[in-house]
């Protein structure tokens, strides 16, 4: 439960820490990461700004409206690899830098399977389908540098306090650390080792067990400093759906769904002292690695009041995963000066506490939409969707204490930042098709506005908000279909790069967000 990234926000500071050493802000942190679901679907859908309230006869029926699904009179198999690509512009201690990467994946696999004509009878056809589908790709990357003129901002410094704040003698930090297996029981006692924490008694004969305050080993002005942050992984469901639809008018569906979160990051800092003597470098390196398993439901209606006119609303239920995590923790030192000889040039943080298992519980998600059809549908249509998201029912929960006084207060504790800090929001989105015979052009907007009710990290909650640009090319013929579409995620960010009790003396990152999305989406009717 270790889980101090040394990019929390600076809300930490003002309330307590739960338990161990990882604080309950960052608990509500992911829930939000877990459950902040941007675009998903095949390739049309995507074209279209990711609405699925209103629109039927697509695999993305499935994790979206299912109803969507009685809009199928024959059956279908399709597949949609996805290109995730970032471009990033990252801003730290006035210096500017872009960081760049891709990542290709399967976005979406599924087979629908529509039933036959009821020919005269009121519930005329019935539709079932399974699919594979990925909810939200964590893939980033944030590559930060610049020049820090702070005396006092360095991540030595942290180490520092927390030996002083801890009330640590000499003689537990030195048999905390352990050498030999390059290992230490807490930061503090690695610091020590790599001499970043400066020893108050330096002779190695000497009995005396002296202790706080300790200070910096090496005190230089000017740093170079440099935060790397990079994501990976996918919240993603294998979801079943039925649907049928009720005289051509009224299309009912609904779905299961088992999800899989896998999450990981790893976060560097690296330290160098400028013209300096002690130290050629040092940082940190934490791992974060998160998996869970989890269920949802979701029950989907479209209605067709005209031949022009549909309209369309669907509810999907938080999601109920559990999780389990394991942080990892490594500090590093190259000694420069040939006098500071060090046993070892890095030391992993080994505590029991940094495999830490919860359950949590994502928003409730309601949206409703039209689609209006241009020529009775052969000129092409306008489609729009409302999506509530509650953000302020996440929940994250444990029973990993031994004392159930523990468990309730980590729950209250979490809830309360939750909500403190997120609002519920209404996602706005706006898509259309024009049709050319069997050739499809599609375009789309979604506005998805900041969940968040607070600044942190210096960036404004409403520099948050997020803008999706899309757009599509699609083939259908009696037999095969093959959709291709382009989507562009922009929104700001930030993280603190290490956290000190002085504001002044904390250095952020502010990142603008540049998302691009490409899938191709193909398949075949029997």
């Not at 872009?98 to 529509?114: D, E, I």
């Not at 036959?116 to 589908?133: D, E, L, P, Q, V």
């Not at 503090?188 to 080792?193: D, I, K, L, N």
């Not at 990051?265 to 050629?280: C, D, K, M, R």
């Amino acid at each position: 439960m270790n889980k101090q990234f040394f990019f929390s926000v600076t809300l930490v500071l003002l309330s307590p820490l739960a338990f161990g050493q990882g604080a309950a802000f960052d608990y509500a942190d992911d829930a939000f990461r877990y459950s902040d679901f941007s675009q998903s679907g095949t390739a049309r859908f995507r074209g279209l700004g990711g609405n699925h309230a209103a629109l039927g006869g697509d695999a993305s029926n499935l994790s979206g409206n299912a109803a969507g699904l009685a809009f199928y009179n024959r059956s279908e198999l399709s597949i949609s690899p996805t290109f995730t690509s970032v471009n990033n512009q990252n801003t730290f201690l006035g210096q500017q830098t872009t960081s760049n990467g891709g990542k290709v994946s399967v976005g979406q696999f599924g087979l629908v399977l529509a039933g036959k004509s009821n020919g005269s009878r009121r519930w005329r056809r019935t539709a079932f389908g399974i699919t594979y589908s990925q909810s939200t790709n964590f893939f980033d990357n944030v590559d930060a540098r610049g020049l820090n003129n702070n005396p006092n901002s360095s991540i030595a410094q942290t180490y520092v306090n927390g030996a002083n704040s801890g009330n640590y003698s000499e003689k537990e930090l030195s048999d905390s650390f352990y050498p030999n297996d390059r290992q230490a029981d807490f930061k503090e006692a690695a610091a020590y080792g790599l001499f970043l924490i400066n020893p108050t008694v330096t002779s190695t004969t000497s009995t005396t067990s002296a202790g706080p305050p300790y200070t910096r080993y090496d005190a230089t002005t000017q740093k170079d400093q440099r935060a790397t942050l990079s994501r990976s992984g996918t919240h993603s469901q294998w979801t079943i759906a039925y649907a049928g639809n009720l005289d051509d008018k009224l299309y009912i569906g609904g779905s299961i769904a088992l999800t899989h979160l896998r999450y990981s990051s790893q976060y560097n800092f690296l330290e160098t002292p400028v013209n300096g003597f002690t130290f050629a470098n040092y940082g940190q390196i934490n791992g974060f690695n998160v998996t869970g398993n989890g269920i949802n439901a979701s029950l989907g209606l479209i209605y067709k009041l005209s031949s022009q006119l549909q309209l369309g609303a669907t509810v999907v239920t938080p999601t109920f995963s559990s999780a389990n995590e394991v942080f990892s923790q490594t500090l590093t030192a190259v000694a420069k000066d040939p006098n500071l000889q060090l046993k070892t040039n890095s030391v992993d943080v080994v505590d029991p506490s940094n495999n830490f298992e919860y359950s949590l519980q994502t928003p409730l998600r309601a949206s409703g939409g039209a689609t209006y059809f241009l020529g009775s549908g052969k000129i092409g249509f306008i489609t729009a969707t409302a999506e509530y998201v509650g953000y302020q029912g996440m929940r994250v929960r444990t029973s990993a204490f031994t004392n159930q006084q523990d468990n309730t207060d980590f729950k209250n504790d979490v809830k309360g930042f939750v909500q403190q800090t997120y609002q519920n929001v209404v996602n706005v989105r706006v898509g259309a098709e024009v049709r050319a015979g069997l050739l499809r052009v599609r375009a789309g907007v979604g506005y998805l506005p900041s969940a968040y009710k607070i600044d942190l990290d210096r960036v404004a909650k409403s520099d948050r908000d997020k803008l999706l640009l899309s757009a599509g090319l699609g083939f259908r013929n009696d037999r095969f279909f093959a959709d291709l579409s382009g989507s562009y995620l922009t929104y700001k960010s930030g993280f603190t790069a290490f956290q000190l009790p002085n504001d002044v003396d904390t250095p952020t990152v502010a990142t603008s967000n540049r998302t691009t999305n490409v899938m191709l989406s193909f398949g075949v009717f029997f």
